[in-house]
């Protein structure tokens, strides 16, 4: 299914429904949003010979031309590749150059870093923030979309590439089209006066859940600024109403500290969808405490993007069920068109409650990684595929990650999940953001070491957090080291770099005897 088809038809129902929007500021109703695409695809495939199997980039920050090149690509039946603007251009040109894209559509912002790195592979730059891509839309239109097989290449997504060169997954047609579907039934309803919000990344999931909402003929904004702003946000959403977006649970975090400082109780604000990492129990009790009933968690990764878990509105606010908290820092139950177990080594199923490999098999998997088959091989075996996510699933099917596999720490023989020692510590009013790691220890293998953001205003000291661990969890799992710093350092999407944070103790203190 070519998802362009679904634009078509929306602008055929709806036509003067708005469709694009900059802030308040409508900049295109379905039928001018179908027109563009259908004349860029025309463009794409007249006057740069792109088709089906071409491979297309978006390297761009957010804005409305982002949807209309994306479509246009797909219209004219080719694939795309999306690139977050926060990548440097040197890594950007190294996926354009792994992808084989001929063509990239860039905004001016990151777009001449790129022309003076570009691969060979990459025939044409085309600014969509400069009169050319204006051309481009007065082209002679393409008639209909071209055929997609629900097989066939669509979405070409490179990994965030924190353990290496980033590695391009191939999602069909087929799996847009199922994970675009189960969001109806595992993740929330969307209707034509719904808005769809744009502040994450669109290269990313924010990008990625635009399909469910040009089904439903809903709006799609983009905020002035760009990106992610909670001002911006809280200000916005009561005039637009009905917005929902995506957001990683460091920006979701941010937006409750800011909502709780204005007095908002997020008016307009329909539904967050927050993924991406870890949303900490504390965090999303504040969060619902002070925004309401707005909050959906999903879990997925690149490889089986937004689709392996789905935590609904109902559980998240759900304070009577004898488990809620445990299911509260939960990932949530397994999505409609998947399989979820928990595997051991070997890949044979554990019994509930034990902790885990979690495998996933179903129509939203990847079919692998492009130009990679060893890879391919290592991450699907036998239909499953190998998240390198480690969890344990209760009777009633909730999963409750224990981080990745390589996060986990051994000491004195003994596991130690990270997330669980950084759960308790959060709920010290002193720490306002935490990561923990392993340092390698002669004797024990490794020791747990705590990298703790404090809260302004507050004094924390080490015997302060070290009763605190010793009143919550097992002594053996209680940190051994803690250390102060500013921030954390974090990935485009968020992500605390624990690699970094490995990095900073080997430059540091050598192992403590």
């Known amino acids: 299914m070519n998802p362009a088809e679904w634009l078509v038809r929306t602008a055929r129902l709806s036509p003067a429904a708005p469709a694009l929007l900059k802030g308040e500021a409508i900049e295109a109703d379905y039928a001018t949003f179908a027109t563009r695409v259908a004349a860029i695809a025309g463009a794409l495939s007249a006057e740069h010979k792109i088709g089906k199997g071409s491979r297309v980039a978006l390297f761009m920050s957010n804005r409305t031309e982002y949807l209309e090149a994306m479509y246009g690509i797909w219209f004219a039946g080719a694939v795309v590749v999306p690139i977050n603007a926060k990548l440097h251009a040197k890594e950007a040109a190294w996926i354009i150059e792994n992808a084989g894209a001929e063509i990239a559509f860039v905004s001016s912002d990151v777009g001449e870093a790129l022309q003076a790195l570009a691969p060979e592979s990459l025939r044409t730059l085309i600014y969509a923030d400069h009169p050319e891509f204006a051309l481009l839309r007065q082209h002679a239109e393409m008639t209909r979309p071209m055929v997609i097989h629900d097989d066939e290449l669509l979405w070409l997504f490179y990994t965030s590439g924190t353990t290496g060169r980033p590695k391009g997954v191939m999602i069909s047609a087929g799996n847009i089209s199922s994970m675009a579907l189960t969001y109806f039934s595992d993740v929330d309803d969307v209707t034509a006066e719904d808005a769809i919000l744009y502040a994450a990344p669109m290269s990313h999931g924010a990008g990625i859940y635009n399909f469910m909402h040009v089904i439903k003929g809903a709006r799609h904004v983009v905020p002035d600024s760009y990106g992610f702003d909670a001002d911006e946000i809280l200000g916005l959403a009561p005039k637009i109403d009905n917005v929902s977006m995506f957001a990683a649970p460091t920006m979701v975090k941010r937006l409750v500290e800011r909502a709780r400082a204005i007095g908002s109780n997020g008016q307009g604000i329909k539904t967050i969808t927050y993924a991406g990492g ?44 004898p488990n809620w908290r445990a299911r509260l820092g939960s990932v949530g139950v ?47 075996q036998d239909g499953w595929l190998w998240t390198g996510d480690m969890g344990a699933m209760d009777e009633d099917g909730f999963i409750t990650l224990h981080d990745r596999s390589k996060d986990m720490i051994i000491s004195g023989g003994s596991n130690i999940y990270p997330r669980e020692v950084e759960e308790v510590l959060l709920e010290h009013e002193a720490v306002t953001e935490v990561a923990v790691v ?39 799992k209680r940190p051994k080291e803690y250390q102060f710093i500013a921030e954390l350092p974090k990935n485009n999407y968020g992500k605390v770099l624990k690699t970094d944070l490995r990095q900073m103790l080997e430059n540091g203190e050598s192992d403590e005897e």
Request: aromatic share 6%.
């Open 278 to 321: 870890p949303m900490y129990v504390a965090d999303i009790i504040a969060a619902v405490e002070i925004l309401g009933d707005k909050f959906v968690q999903v879990y997925g990764q690149g490889e089986c993007p937004m689709g392996i878990t789905a935590l609904r509105r109902g559980f998240v606010s759900d304070r009577t069920h």
């Open 334 to 380: 397994a999505q409609s068109p998947v399989l979820v177990r928990i595997g051991d080594e070997a890949g044979a199923t554990l019994p509930r409650g034990e902790i885990g490999e979690i495998l996933v098999s179903g129509t939203i998997v990847m079919s692998g990684y492009w130009q990679n088959p060893e890879a391919s091989a290592k991450t699907i």
């Open 438 to 476: 392993g340092r390698h220890h002669a004797e024990w293998g490794e020791v747990v070491v705590a990298f703790v953001v404090p809260t302004p205003g507050h004094e924390v000291s080490i015997g302060d957090l070290d009763a605190h661990c010793i009143a919550n969890i097992a002594r053996f």
